[in-house]
């Protein structure tokens, strides 16, 4: 995850002032649980392949209690609740209520449809830190995408219900060519809403978004989406507001920042890419794990197709530091053995060679380039007698 807000909002500090970000994972990663896979909605871009029906083998109340004892005692400070739709888990505010009482920081990601007056109190009374709901774009849009007339009237009030109840709500968004030219209309409505949070994820290649990777935004399309959220961070740190946005599933976001503050604020540029080498890009397999429903633990949300094992039958604890994966071994690496265009790219310190998972259902190869990466040959700093080898 890119937090952008606070890379920009950093540069407003004294020179001397302790870095914004320190290294990924000092204790455990963050981890971000799909803990039912039965959903309302049948949205285009899933990676969890959701649909309305219950799935056989996940976790019961008790084991759900046990992993979460595992995790809070090997470090692991944020758990993100997930599905399918949490919502429809019949012991999720049982869950959450213990989660928060443990001193985890809890968030739920929920699709926003089942938020209602009926159950907004037993929401509040969690004390969620965050609530992340998504918007795929404007009414019909969003409709298309979430296959379900109603789905953005009913997760636009859920994100009201939220804010009203004094939690803190984002809007999410995942980038694709038909929803980017309504990225200024959400924008707005995150103004206009009065909304703390925004997220834009950049599609990756998993599940139905796997199925759905030629919809994915044209490189062009990325860019342009991106200096437009680069432009509105910055006009917040300049009017002194301090709304966060962030971005996911793809960290050549830093490097792009770079480019971006080269042309608008070139003093902050020295400082601006010490903080982002520190931060150092992707964190999958290092500060960010994932648990699906069946208990299958994953390098992120976006590898459901690859397991390195079950807390059914052995802990969290124990399996997550294991390097004899190879596929864990080698994204533990501080140098990350990435192929092509990565190999010699200028900016793999601050990306980590950014989504090995589009790598891998692209190529068939944990360690090729990425294919989602939109910086050209130039930027990266690829010479052109390097890339003449390449094609011969």
């Known amino acids: 995850m890119f937090r952008l807000s606070r890379y920009l909002h950093a540069l407003q500090r004294p020179a001397g002032a302790p ?23 049948t949205c285009l871009h899933c990676y969890a392949t959701s649909t309305d029906r219950d799935f056989p083998n996940e976790l019961s109340t008790e084991q759900v209690f046990a992993v979460m004892d595992d995790l809070r005692a090997f470090g692991v400070p944020v758990l993100i609740l997930s599905g399918g739709e949490p919502l429809l888990r019949p012991d999720i505010f049982e869950v959450s209520r213990r989660a928060k009482g443990m001193g985890f920081y809890v968030g739920l990601s929920s699709n926003g449809t089942l938020i209602s007056e009926r159950n907004i109190d037993a929401i509040r009374a969690v004390g ?16 298309r995408f979430r296959q379900r007339i109603g789905a953005f009237d009913e997760a636009l009030r859920g994100i009201r219900l939220c804010r009203d109840a004094g939690l803190k709500v984002g809007m999410r968004l995942t980038l694709t060519q038909d929803n980017a030219p309504e990225l200024p209309e959400l924008l707005g409505l995150m103004a206009s809403e009065g909304i703390d949070k925004f997220y834009l994820s950049h599609l990756n290649y998993a599940g139905r978004g796997y199925k759905n990777r030629r919809q994915d935004a044209h490189h062009r399309i990325t860019r342009q989406a991106m200096e437009l959220l680069f432009d509105t961070c910055w006009a917040d740190l300049q009017a002194g507001r301090r709304r966060e946005f962030v971005t996911g599933n793809n960290d050549a976001d830093g490097a792009f920042l770079l480019l971006w503050a080269a042309r608008r604020c070139p003093e902050h540029l020295p400082r601006l890419e010490a903080m982002l080498r520190r931060w150092g890009g992707n964190a999958s397999g290092v500060g960010i794990a994932n648990i699906d429903n069946e208990g299958r633990i994953h390098p992120d949300t976006m590898w459901w197709d690859y397991s390195i094992g079950n ?25 990350r ?5 990565c190999t010699d790219c200028r900016y793999r310190p601050l990306c980590g060679g950014n989504s090995r998972t589009r ?6 190869n944990f360690w090729a380039e990425d294919p989602g990466c939109y910086l050209s040959d130039e930027e990266i700093g690829l010479v052109p007698a390097r890339i003449e080898r390449k094609a011969g």
């Open 337 to 341: 053995p990435v192929q092509g265009r």
């Open 128 to 143: 969620y830190d965050y609530v992340g709901i998504s918007l795929d774009g404007m009414r019909s849009t969003h409709d």
């Open 311 to 335: 807390v059914k039958e052995r802990p969290f604890s124990v399996l997550w530091p294991d390097t004899s994966d190879p596929l864990m071994a080698g994204l533990k690496l501080k140098q």
């Open 359 to 364: 790598a891998w259902r692209t190529s068939g």
């Open 19 to 41: 870095p914004t970000a320190t290294p990924i994972a000092p204790t455990g990663p963050v981890v971000i649980w799909n803990l039912v896979r039965r959903c309302n909605l």
